[in-house]
């Protein structure tokens, strides 16, 4: 094989020897030839013409001798034959040894040819250049991919704050989608997709099977991940999802926006209900229409208020709506208290606005529309003529008004109750100013936003609280099963919340700021008893009890006791009592309630189930006048704490426990403190009323 074909490395391995040996020859030979005596050199010189006649046809070194010189071998007989001297011929025969040298020096000795190698090196050759090539391919669509799923963390830096998400945009041009490289790397991503999803699967990553076809970073799969089973067909994996977004602290703010804007209605609402959750997770509510030129707030209301129909609506209620419509805001101001109350905590009268004269108009307007909010097709058009928006206008400027705020969410709990409605609640920003509210330190504002979420929340809660039933545990979505529940009902002048309260000291007056809710409560069963029986459902009733405050301006009669407790275990029906063991506490007026409403229920059958699931009742302060309890069931305990005003009344009653205490009518459902008797002997009395079904 000739020396060209072969790699300049073997070249010069296989011809280096030969040269140098060669080369080492031709000097050797050049330095004898030129070595010579001094005089022999004079008499050459002499013979002038002979010698430059042979120097003139040696070549300049370096160069090649001509074509027609023919060899070395003719070169020199024909030096000689011409008649050169002998030093003449050495010259020119060491002239021609250094050209020769020259010539050697720079070509290449042919090596000695291997056959069985040039196979191999054609294979390498192959072998090699198609490693090389596929390598720079693959890599190169590896970088693209990466490239392609890579999050620009500056990009998501600067977005973090914002109100929307970027989505990633597609060109128009079809052009662009339908070449050969795009169907190719399409392919390739597939394929690469496939392997990571495998991958996956094996490694229990969080990559997971529906994201396989998603260009999302790993930190963000738990995120949408969460997203796809919140919105899952199976109910157990959506709350099961819920809960571990409620209970994820470690996100960066935009992950929690992500989850706000993405999440459908049904989740938000859980995350509302849940305990633990950030309220990151709620978006500010929209932006709210603006008002109308040369017109306010208060006038709005009035407005509202007058587009709904005054149909359905008893004589009292339709009295005063007529009167919050023809009342100006000057005539309200100069009048000294007569502001009503529909539903509130019985007080008698409030006092004046007169420093805010509008305030006085929005409460009439707000009572009245409470309780038009109680009929169905009422609420469709509050919601039609832009009362949710109007009403929320109203709750953010009467922040340091919270009797105001608290009609309000009466109105949007009332309207919860709609289930057509729902979304627009939702969309409204209701859910968001809820979930805030729920975490509020006073209970009236928490029970109030607990109330609307869970007549909004259709996945966990069946039952539908209507205006006046208040749930006090357990407000949030639990894992704990319920197991029972126990009603307590106020009396006279009394309120959901206020009326079991601890007793007021001085010491607790103290100790009010403190966040220690077993030495001072606003609300005893709320923290002392459902932290005793976490398995009960606790529901406090608020109702009218002194209607007689509005006979000096209504000329209608108030209504019976009769009609209360129709009304209000028609209501009590509805949130569900009756489905569990019930155990009811009842203050003064309310014991006499509880008696008409079971001797109702067992009048009615639908209502049996009220009567069979009784399991005792305990009467603080009841003026029984002597009636026979045993006439409502035999299986039903009964503990009862007379007071100092109705002790003779309730000697000879001859059934259940009674137990005189000496305290005053107001304070006897109040106790001082968590281990005192009157809180001990009543959460003694529930337990010993349900243990076989708390055991089961």
Partial sequence: MPATHLDPQMQKRLGVAGRVRLRRYVIALGTLLWVEPAGRRRARRAEGVGSRAARSRVEIPGREPRKEEGSPDNAVRRAVGHGLSPPAGRMSLAAYCVICCRRIGTSTSPPKSGTHWRDIRNIIKFTGSLILGGSLFLTYEVLALKKAVTLDTQVVEREKMKSYIYVQTVSLDKGENHGIAWQARKELHKAARKVLATSAKILRNPFADPFSTVDIEDHECAVWLLLRKSKSDDKTTRLEAVREMSETHHWHDYQYRIIAQACDPKTLIGLARSKESDLRFFLLPPPLP??????????????????????????????????????????????????????????????????????????????????????????????????????????????????????????????????????????????????????????????????????LDRETVQEKYQDGVYVLHPQYRTSQPIKAD??????????????????????????????????????????????????????????????????????????????????????????????????????????????????????KPEMSTVINNTRGIIFYSVPHHGSRLAEYSVNIRYLLFPSLEVKELSKDLGIGDLIPVDVNHLNICKPKKKDAFLYQRTLQFIREALAKDLEN
């Fill in 290 to 455: 603006s008002l109308k030129e040369d017109s306010s707030t208060e006038e709005e209301l009035r407005q509202l208020l007058a587009s709904l129909p005054q149909t359905e609506l008893d004589e009292c209620i339709q009295y005063f709506t007529s009167l919050a419509l023809s009342e100006s805001s000057q005539s309200l101001a100069a009048q000294k208290g007569g502001l009503w109350c529909f539903g509130g905590n019985g007080l008698p009268y409030a006092e004046s606005f007169g420093e805010v004269p509008s305030a006085t108009v929005e409460m009439f307007c707000l009572e009245a529309i409470v309780k038009h909010s109680e009929i169905s097709t009422h609420c469709d058009k509050i919601e039609a003529n832009g009362g949710l928006q109007l009403l929320q206008r109203l709750y953010q400027l009467h922040k340091d008004c919270p009797k105001v705020q608290r009609n309000i969410m009466r109105v949007i709990g009332n309207m919860a109750l709609n289930e057509h409605l729902h979304s627009s609640i939702v969309r409204s920003g209701w859910v968001s100013i809820m979930a805030e509210a729920m975490k509020s330190p006073h209970i009236m504002e928490s029970s109030h936003a607990a109330r609307i979420l869970a007549n």
């Fill in 486 to 603: 126990v009603l307590f009902i106020h009396g006279l002048m009394g309120a959901a919340f206020k009326t079991w309260r601890q007793q007021d000291s001085e010491q607790a007056v103290i100790e009010k700021p403190m966040e220690d809710e077993d030495r001072y409560t606003t609300c005893w069963p709320k923290t002392w008893l459902a932290k005793d029986c976490p398995a009960l459902r606790i529901i406090s009733v608020e109702y009218d009890t002194s209607l007689s405050d509005w006979r000096a301006r209504c000329p209608m009669e108030r209504k019976s006791i009769a009609f209360r407790s129709n009304e209000l275990l028609r209501k009590l029906r509805a949130a569900g009592v009756g489905d569990r063991p019930v155990v009811w506490i009842s203050h003064s007026m309310g014991g006499l309630l509880v008696k008409k409403m079971l001797l109702e229920a067992s009048a």
